[in-house]
Structure formats: C-alpha cells, structure tokens
C-alpha cells in the first residue's frame, strides 16, 4: 500500500509491519479494532472472533515494539485494540508463523504432536500466546507456561495437551537452530543474553524507518486519532479537547466501541508518550508512568513488594495486562479494580498535569463518586508515586472471585500494619467492590491503632468493618457475602502475619 501524505481528509497514514513489509493504511476509522481489520479488510480469518471483549483469546495476536537496541515481544488481544495503536510496530498473526519452506513453526508442531486441538476455533490464540512465551523465556516451568495462558479459554480439548506442548514447542525448536528459518523461529530469554541474527537486525531496521517524530493524527468520517509523543504535546492536546477520551491500553475504552456501539468523537493515545512510560526507582520509592503497562508496572512493584505476587497473577490476563495501564486503571474510577486497595494502603500519591501545571493528589483522595474522580476538565494523571514501604509494616492483599484466574472480584481487600512492639502503631486497610469507590476504612483502623496486635483487638476491629461499608448484591456476590468475607480477610491478615496457618474454613454467604 502506498504511503499518502497527511491530508484534511484522512490525516496521516497508519504505518506498521507485517509478515516483514511496512503496511501503510488509511481511510480506516480510528477506533477500527485490529481484529476486524485482519478478518474484514484482509482477509486473515486464522485470528479468531470469540468474545469481542479480551476474555476468551481466540483473537490474540503478538505485537514487536523497539526496546531500545532490540525489540520486545508481546501478546495482546485484537478485538480490543484500536488500529492506529499498531503504529510503528510489528504485527504477528498465526499466518506469520509460517516457514519460508511452508513448515509449521516447533510451536505449531507441539500442538499438533501433543494432540492439542479438537475443534481448532480457540487453536490461533493458543499458538500466539505460545509463540509469545517461545520468544520471550527460555525453559518456562508448567506454572509459567500455566500463567501464560491464562487468557486463552478451550471449549472441548483440555489443557493438559495444551499445556504439554508449550514443553514440547522448545524440543522442536533447538532442533531447528542449524537451519536457515525466519528470525520468527528463534527462541530467546531476554535481550541481555543473545546476539541478533540477520533477520531480527533487518526487522528493527524497519520498525526504525517507520518510527514517527511528530504526533500521529488520522482523522475518518466525524472521529479524530492523536497519537503524541512527547508530554508537552499531550499536555497541549488535552487543554485543547478537554471532552475527548484519553485511550491507553483500550481495555475498558475498546468495549465502549465494541460492545455499547458508542461513537469517540476525539481519541488522544498516550502509549507513545515516552515519558509516561518510564518506572523510576528512587530512594523515595518507585514513580511508575501513567501510560506504563500493567505487566512492567507489576514487575516493578513486586520487585519491591514479593506479597503482591498472587494479586498479579490474578490481575486479568497476560494480554490485557500487556495492553492496560495502570493509569488507566487508576482513572477509570471502578469501583472493583484491583490495583486501588494495595496502593491506597501503600499511600501511593498521583502526579495531575494540566497543561504546565502539576499537583499531587493522594490515591485515598482521587475518587469522589461511582466512576467519578478529582480530575479538572483537561488534567490527566502523569505519574503514580509509590513511596518506600516501612521495613517493619506488614503487607497483605487478597482478592476473592469466583475463578482463579482472569475475573473481576468479588471483594479485594489490601491491608498495611505497622507495630512497635506488638502494638499497632499504623493501620491502613482498603477494599474494592465494597462501595461505590475503592475506599479506605477508616472506622476498623480507629479501632485497631494503639491495640495490641491480638487476636482479641483484631476481632473486635472485624465489627468495625460494618460501619465502613454497606456493600450492595448483584451478580458477582451478595451484600452478606462482602461483609462476612471483608471481615474474615482482616482474620486471615492477622493469622498469616503471626505465623499462624490461615484457617481452611470461613465463614461464608452463597455468593
């Protein structure tokens, strides 16, 4: 396709790689998911519709971003991602995988072998959440191959073939290195430990030659793309169009399109904002970018925080957390998001900017009603501030849902104590999916501060939890459940934290 000129009518094309040539696109809408795109304009079915709503992963795909002097692989879903987000990079579809002899790549080879597909419709996913993990860990455990494919849901085969060859796919590729094969099928663990071969050094010299300078703009029927690139250029573009809707990850924003059919007149993307991506570890503690991705900024507070592992793991599913922010889940206000709790007891703060100017804003302060937040008519948050963790504070999160992985909460509960000398000296404790917002109870630590930290004062701050919130029932739990379960989190928190085993058994509503 040739590559037009910016124009009143269109803007500026759209300009990524596929299957190693530079793709230019435009007359597209800016909120065309990709998934569409490939199966309606052309016309590669292998990426599949499932849900339309990043659950399911029979549409995933693997984009290849520039990281420095390499490129960095990761799997996202099609259905939620808006078309010009493919700017600058590279996109993979199981079409790709191919070998320049027509061979099935050693991750399309496992599945096979393994006898890992029955009716195929979930297959493509599974082959590129694989070949995501093929490009990205060298020997993964079964749990880490588990974990990969957390996002990707099979109907009629079972996992455990699936899950075989995710094993296998590394036999058949080591059986491969003496072969001249598309840089696709060579597996590596990280960029420090590898040397590029001709095919990777010929793919970045394409992602360089599309790579923009100025801020992409498209423009189709009565909707307009901004894609800036620097802070100052976001700052302008916000002040400029205080209604239009800041896109991130697209996690939340794509089901507008998808699912309610709702128009975006103006769309500014931060995730070519390269400032807002940066996570900076300071002797204060760790400021994480606003338009910093789900799975880096985990990475980054896990490191710090190992009791925050689970929470992780359970947070949505590789591709969402490839693709979502961890600004975005700040902003979006849900009351049921599971970032909030375990930064509100961290006294996380928020960097706002609006236009030059800055304030900070602690996250216990940013949400004042049900989906509503503290932000101005064009501010928008710049950076979150995780400050040092007290050495002698004590850290618990928990999240309760009906499945294990990839669900909303039912109630997710974060707490921090801190003791001197068996006494509690500092309380803080949040939940989510207790009240309109994620919200603080202040009312349990008034009740526990200055306490010993028994068993005795913990039961006691358990009644406090009643007067911190009244949770209402809908389809993910009932209002006695939230209570009887806030409670026993707080019980749990105080077993674990004496050394004790958590207790098999609670207390429980039918959800």
Request: proline fraction near 4%; include cysteine; glycine fraction near 8%.
């Amino acid at each position: 396709m040739a590559t037009r000129q910016r124009t009143a009518t269109h803007g500026d094309p759209i300009r990524f790689v596929l299957d190693g040539e530079i793709r230019s696109v435009d007359g597209v809408a800016p909120t065309r998911t990709v998934l569409n795109f490939l199966r309606e304009d052309l016309g590669r079915t292998g990426t599949k519709e499932g849900c339309a709503e990043g659950d399911c992963g029979a549409c995933t795909v693997v984009l290849g971003e520039l990281a420095g002097n390499d490129v960095r692989f990761r799997a996202v879903n099609a259905c939620i991602q808006f078309l010009p987000t493919l700017d600058g990079k590279e996109l993979i579809t199981v079409e790709s995988l191919k070998g320049e002899d027509g061979a099935l790549h050693p991750v399309q080879r496992a599945l096979v072998d393994c006898h890992a597909s029955q009716c195929g419709f979930c297959t493509p996913g599974f082959v590129m959440s694989l070949f995501a993990l093929y490009k990205t860990q060298h020997d993964p455990s079964r749990s880490q191959i588990a974990d990969a494919l957390a996002g990707n849901l099979c109907r009629c085969t079972g996992y455990r073939p699936i899950v075989d060859a995710g094993k296998k796919m590394y036999e058949y590729g080591a059986e491969r290195q003496d072969r001249h094969q598309h840089w696709m099928n060579c597996s590596f663990s990280s960029a420090n430990d590898r040397e590029l071969n001709q095919s990777e050094r010929e793919m970045i010299e394409r992602l360089r030659a599309i790579r923009r300078s100025k801020t992409l703009f498209v423009r189709h029927g009565g909707s307009t793309f901004y894609a800036p690139l620097t802070l100052k250029e976001l700052a302008d573009l916000r002040l400029a169009h205080p209604d239009a809707r800041i896109l991130a990850g697209g996690t939340d924003v794509a089901l507008w399109v998808t699912k309610q059919h709702k128009d975006l007149p103006v769309v500014i993307y931060v995730g070519d904002v390269a400032e807002l991506k940066a996570i900076d570890r300071t002797d204060a503690g760790i400021d994480i970018g606003a338009a910093a991705s789900l799975t880096d900024a985990y990475d980054a507070l896990v490191s710090t925080h190992p009791e925050l592992s689970e929470l992780y793991r359970r947070f949505a599913s590789p591709p969402i957390r490839n693709a979502g922010t961890l600004g975005g889940n700040i902003a979006n206000g849900s009351p049921i998001g599971d970032s909030m709790p375990v930064l509100m007891v961290l006294g996380t703060r928020l960097l706002l900017r609006k236009g030059r100017r800055a304030r900070e804003l602690g996250l216990d302060e940013f949400y004042v009603g049900y989906q509503k937040t503290a932000l101005e008519p064009g501010e928008f948050v710049e950076r979150i501030r995780v400050p040092r963790r007290d050495p002698l504070s004590l850290l618990r999160t928990y999240k309760i849902s009906k499945r294990f992985d990839q669900d909303i909460s039912a109630a997710c509960g974060a707490f921090c104590i801190t003791l001197q000398k068996g006494k509690v000296a500092e309380a803080r404790i949040a939940f989510g999916g207790m009240a309109a917002t994620p919200k603080r109870a202040a009312a349990t630590e008034n009740a526990l501060v200055g306490r010993d930290w028994s068993e005795a004062s913990v039961k006691a701050a358990m009644a406090a939890l009643d007067k911190d919130f009244a949770p209402i029932t809908d389809m993910r739990a009932s209002a006695g459940y939230r209570c009887s379960v806030a409670r026993n989190l707080l019980y749990k928190c105080y077993l674990e934290t004496c050394g004790q085993k958590a207790p098999t058994q609670v207390v429980e509503f039918a959800m």
